[in-house]
């Protein structure tokens, strides 16, 4: 029985993810500074009571590199880290596996611009002062690795017109992400602009090279 009553509430979760998760993407991509208001609000609830009307923040990340894993495997790509035997490579050798390492990758976008948010703020640093700003980074983040995958798969396509249409989405969703970020930036540290473009800028170095460093170890 209680095998049962928790494949009921499996079963009922992983399905109510079919609903919300859209509806969190209208949010994070229409209404960004909105959702990502809300993680403060979030907080002071119970634990149950949670995010109820949408998905929280890693589990929407998580889902957006699924999707876009989705798309690759309908367009037929094959999975190079699951292809590749080569360093760490070798460690990954199922879809669950690959998935895990692309969401701790693109999780380290929405960390680096969460850190440099708590010094600015003069916080200590620490677990609990980091949560809410890296919770709130995750929906942006979510928005630019979906689109950095699934323009990626994109590009990789044989017929042209998906393939510029790819790298139009990959860049879009770059400037899309530092656009958010620094208006969120200018808006809760209270900075000028350039300055939160500046910010953002270097979280994004920040990001780009731990991709780069954990895709040499896991390609050499």
Same mark, same amino acid.
Request: hydrophobic residues 55%; glycine residues 4%.
């Given at each position: 029985m209680k095998w049962l009553n928790s494949l009921d509430e499996l079963l009922y979760e992983v399905m109510s993810w079919m609903l919300f998760f859209p509806l969190t993407l209208w949010r994070a991509i229409f209404r960004p500074f909105e959702i990502m208001g809300e993680v403060e609000r979030q907080a002071s609830l119970p634990d149950d009571q949670q995010y109820a009307a949408s998905l929280s923040p890693p589990l929407f990340l998580a889902l957006g590199l699924l999707v876009a894993h989705t798309v690759a495997t309908a367009l037929g790509q094959t999975d190079h880290l699951i292809a590749n035997d080569h360093g760490?490579?070798?460690?990954?050798?199922?879809?669950?596996?690959?998935?895990?390492?692309?969401?701790?990758?693109?999780? +380290?976008?929405?960390?680096?611009?969460?850190?440099?948010?708590?010094?600015?703020?003069?916080?200590?640093?620490?677990?609990?002062?980091?949560? #809410?700003?890296?919770?709130? #980074?995750?929906?942006?983040? +979510?928005?630019?690795?979906?689109g950095m995958s699934v323009g990626n798969s994109?590009?990789?396509?044989?017929?042209?017109? &998906?393939?510029?249409?790819?790298?139009?989405? &990959?860049?879009?969703?770059?400037?899309?992400?530092? &656009?958010?970020?620094s208006r969120w930036f200018a808006r809760v540290l209270a900075i000028s602009y350039l300055r939160a473009s500046a910010n953002v800028l270097v979280g994004l170095l920040e990001g780009a090279a731990f991709l780069l460093f954990v895709g040499f170890l896991f390609t050499r």
């Open positions: 760490l490579a070798g460690l990954v050798s199922d879809n669950s596996t690959a998935l895990v390492l692309r969401v701790i990758i693109f999780a +380290a976008f929405p960390l680096f611009l969460a850190a440099r948010l708590v010094r600015h703020r003069r916080i200590k640093l620490d677990r609990g002062s980091l949560r #809410q700003p890296f919770y709130a #980074q995750c929906y942006p983040a +979510a928005i630019f690795a979906l994109f590009g990789l396509d044989s017929h042209p017109w &998906v393939s510029i249409t790819g790298h139009v989405l &990959v860049a879009a969703s770059i400037l899309n992400f530092w &656009v958010i970020e």
